[in-house]
T-cell receptor, first 113, second 115 residues
């Protein structure tokens, strides 16, 4: 079945450590996105990529980094520079020509101790 | 520029009652509008979308929404709530910007259904 796979589902890290969240899709979608979700704040865009080897900052990119070396993969690294990294992270994708409809993964919950 | 306002962070209804979740949008270009549902610790699932065809849009699980340009609204309704409808609901808007359609999400409304 086609879909988006995020891993790990739950992740615990100590303060000051970098952590990488995986996102893989087999929908053959061109665009991929990372959102951060905090209670009462909705979804905020971190980074997005519309083609391989190219990506753009979203509204809250500081403290995060991404890469897009393959069409299927869009990993997110939460660096030690991110001041408040504990959150629920959602990866999404959309097809070429989409007018904004996104397909989401199941999310990764990061807790920094 | 585009934005979404969802009125009410929590809406509580009795099972069998009408569900009304409110969404108002702002967009400098013709908007595309979406409603998503999220169950605890899961991703978002598309309920329905408005793409400039019919103003009344029907979605999954008996939900529908009406696009009202004069009111800049896209409220979500369901005639009769079911316990399984309890979830978080997000309204989103997108519009052409440099050839891209990057959606902006509202803060979400938590629907609580009482027996």
């Amino acid at each position: 079945d086609g879909g988006i796979t995020q891993s790990p589902k739950y992740l615990f890290r100590k303060e000051g450590q970098n952590v990488t969240l995986s996102c893989e899709q087999n929908l053959n979608h061109d665009a991929m996105y990372w959102y951060r979700q905090d209670p009462g704040q909705g979804l905020r865009l971190i980074y997005y990529s519309q083609i391989v080897n190219d990506f753009q900052k979203g509204d809250i990119a500081e403290g995060y980094s991404v890469s897009r070396e393959k069409k299927e993969s869009f990993p997110l690294t939460v660096t030690s520079a991110q001041k408040n990294p504990t959150a629920f992270y959602l990866c999404a994708s959309s097809s070429r020509g989409s007018t904004g409809e996104l397909f989401f993964g199941e999310g990764s919950r990061l807790t920094v101790l | 520029a585009q934005s979404v306002t969802q009125l009410g962070s929590h809406v509580s209804v009795s099972e069998g009652a009408l569900v009304l979740l409110r969404c108002n949008y702002s967009s400098s270009v013709p908007p595309y509008l979406f409603w998503y549902v999220q169950y605890p610790n899961q991703g978002l699932q598309l309920l329905l979308k408005y793409t400039s065809a019919a103003t009344l849009v029907k979605g999954i699980n008996g939900f529908e929404a009406e696009f009202k340009k004069s009111e800049t609204s896209f409220h979500l309704t369901k005639p009769s709530a079911h316990m399984s409808d309890a979830a978080e609901y997000f309204c989103a808007v997108s519009g052409a910007s440099g050839g891209s359609y990057i959606p902006t999400f509202g803060r979400g409304t938590s629907l609580i259904v009482h027996p």
